[in-house]
């Protein structure tokens, strides 16, 4: 279903005329993609049929094919080829084993690297992904069902149930940081199930930067979580616990009021090490569907001490735009891998590489929509994503995707 408010932007062209398979040749150029396989040390010794290039665009091509088999996935990946057409005239449909084999010596680090190179935030300043200079930004985690090999259950676990029967599927935790204004992960780290969203968060830090404004749920707080993402200069609002302590040094006109962090109580006894932050506290009411009212109460804390730069008020309102991420999820798990589908690797590193693939395709649909949506002066979240990755899915064998001259 589209979002409220969807539009289709006027004048000659339709956010469709932009699809092709250039969403991902123009969004992961050969010439990057060339770079990151060479410093992976992916590149194929001699020449194959399944060269590494070709297999990156392929491991983006199975997200935007979720539920499809390999050979069709080829297929529609090649279709539109002009250098099929050439020295590859007689080229062979590989087989099922063969594109595995190709899989496996393409890796994952590449398509690890590759994202990490390319996936940037590119919310347009003033827009709706800002506020007063700030980028809109939130972390959070999912989780995604594996095949259900005894490889991949080792190296990712499954989740536990109260009955003596093992759950359906092993999972993998991700986590990721995304801009809440156009939907765009560009950050991501993968771990086993039993890894805590907390655990994985360091190793997100380096790509928070001064000019975001960074929210998270509850969960994620601790003192050195706080302090080290202080440090990159990025503004902070996260949501505590309730049993989180935190005194009351100065009420503030706005109705938030002046406390501080501390890493212990007993320093926090000592008013010792501690880090000030600001507290607002609020209410939510949601109607349930029995037509009861249920209410909610949030604390969130944040490093934007001067309730004049930032009012409690408007705080509790970009708190609620953290939502966006779990948005942002859905439309990867739901409308691009597929309701139910599960991701088709069957060993760890497979799923690793299966995983960033999936990054990748939602990511260079989500820079097509940022375009168009600057072009026609839109706000990016009400286009639709699944009429765009449907565009996609139509356009990926209709054009090609590399001249002759690419081919390697």
């Known amino acids: 279903m589209a979002r409220s408010g969807w539009v289709t932007p006027e004048g000659p062209e339709r956010l469709t005329d932009h699809v092709s398979i250039g969403v991902l040749t123009r969004v992961f150029p050969a010439d990057v993609v060339d770079a990151v396989i060479e410093h992976t040390g992916a590149l194929e010794r001699r020449t194959r049929l399944l060269p590494s290039r070709l297999m990156v665009y392929y491991v983006m091509s199975l997200a935007l094919f979720a539920d499809s088999p390999y050979e069709e996935v080829m297929r529609s990946l090649l279709a539109g080829m002009e250098w099929l057409s050439g020295r590859f005239r007689e080229w062979t449909m590989p087989t099922k084993a063969a594109i595995y084999k190709a899989r496996t010596r393409l890796g994952s680090a590449v398509m690890v690297e590759l994202f990490a190179e390319v996936a940037q935030p590119f919310a347009a300043p003033g827009g709706a992904g800002f506020y007063k200079g700030w980028r809109l930004v939130s972390v959070d985690g999912t989780t995604l069902d594996l095949a259900d090999t005894p490889a991949n259950e080792k190296a990712y676990g499954r989740p536990g149930t109260k009955t003596d029967f093992k759950s359906a599927f092993p999972q993998a935790r991700v986590l990721g940081l995304v801009e809440c204004g156009t939907h765009a992960s560009f950050s991501a780290v993968v771990a086993s199930y039993n890894t805590s969203e907390h655990d994985m968060y360091p190793a997100l830090i380096a790509d928070v ?66 880090i000030p932050v600001r507290v607002i506290e609020y209410e939510v009411t949601t109607a349930k569907e029995d037509g009861t009212e249920e209410v909610s109460g949030f604390q969130l804390i944040t490093s934007i001490l001067d309730p004049a730069t930032a009012p409690a008020g408007d705080l509790a309102d970009l708190y609620a735009k953290r939502w966006e991420i779990e948005s942002s999820f859905g439309e990867l798990k739901t409308h691009q891998r597929g309701p139910g589908v599960v991701l088709r690797s069957k060993t760890p590193d497979g799923v690793l590489q299966e995983i960033y693939g999936h990054l990748c395709t939602h990511y260079a649909i989500r820079s097509l929509i940022g375009e168009v949506a600057a072009e026609f002066d839109e706000d990016p979240l009400k286009f639709s994503f699944t009429r765009t990755i449907r565009a996609a899915r139509r356009s990926l064998a209709g054009r090609p995707a590399f001249s002759p001259s690419q081919t390697r």
Do not use: H, I
Request: aromatic letters at 14%; glycine letters at 8%; charged letters at 30%.
């Open 209 to 274: 930067a001064k000019d975001m404004l960074l929210t998270s749920d509850r969960g994620f707080f601790s003192y050195t979580a706080w302090k080290d993402s202080l440090d990159t200069g990025a503004a902070l609002l996260w949501r505590m616990k309730a049993n989180c302590v935190l005194p009351e040094y100065e009420d503030y006109r706005d109705g938030s009021y002046r406390s501080a962090v501390y890493p212990s109580a007993k320093d926090r006894g000592k008013d010792t090490n501690g």
